[in-house]
């Protein structure tokens, strides 16, 4: 029985993690919005993926060609590329045990993972753990 994880629409990208400590579901969403921003959302889940709740969304007026997501250490993280004059991938983290936003040790909301000189173009991003 197909189970309904958000309501948007125009998803380019579906991205699935699940932490094994806890047994709760994310799944991250690359969609297009409205004029040239493009959106990720991250989406929670606690009963095996019956139901979903969106935690958060965020949006750039740049391409997002790539996102990623993994879970590591109690935390969920979703990786995506800053597109254009960054030429930078960044990540962002949740909680496991409840999908909200936590900020990195530093403060920040987000960590820099590194880039590539122009004009060569990141076009590809992938996360990993160690966890079996």
Same mark, same amino acid.
């Given at each position: 029985?197909?189970?309904?994880?958000?309501?948007?629409?125009?998803?380019?990208?579906?991205?699935?993690?699940?932490?094994?400590?806890?047994?709760?579901?994310?799944?991250?969403?690359?969609?297009?919005?409205?004029?040239?921003?493009?959106?990720?959302?991250?989406?929670? /889940?606690?009963?095996?993926?019956?139901?979903?709740?969106?935690?958060?969304?965020?949006?750039?007026?740049?391409?997002?060609?790539?996102?990623?997501?993994?879970?590591? /250490?109690?935390?969920?993280?979703?990786?995506?590329?800053?597109?254009?004059?960054?030429?930078?991938?960044?990540?962002?983290?949740?909680?496991?045990?409840?999908?909200?936003? &936590?900020?990195?040790?530093?403060?920040?909301?987000?960590?820099?993972?590194?880039?590539?000189?122009?004009?060569?173009?990141?076009? &590809?991003?992938?996360?990993?753990?160690?966890?079996?």
């Amino acid at each position: 029985m197909p189970v309904e994880v958000s309501t948007r629409d125009s998803v380019l990208k579906v991205k699935l993690a699940a932490d094994n400590a806890t047994g709760n579901l994310f799944c991250a969403l690359y969609f297009l919005g409205d004029g040239n921003t493009n959106h990720w959302s991250i989406n929670f /889940s606690t009963n095996g993926g019956q139901s979903w709740s969106e935690k958060a969304t965020w949006f750039a007026a740049y391409i997002i060609p790539d996102i990623a997501l993994t879970i590591v /250490s109690g935390h969920a993280y979703v990786g995506y590329i800053r597109a254009g004059a960054t030429n930078q991938a960044a990540t962002r983290r949740y909680r496991v045990t409840d999908g909200t936003s &936590e900020n990195f040790p530093s403060g920040s909301a987000f960590f820099t993972l590194g880039g590539i000189a122009l004009p060569d173009t990141l076009r &590809e991003l992938a996360l990993g753990s160690n966890v079996a």
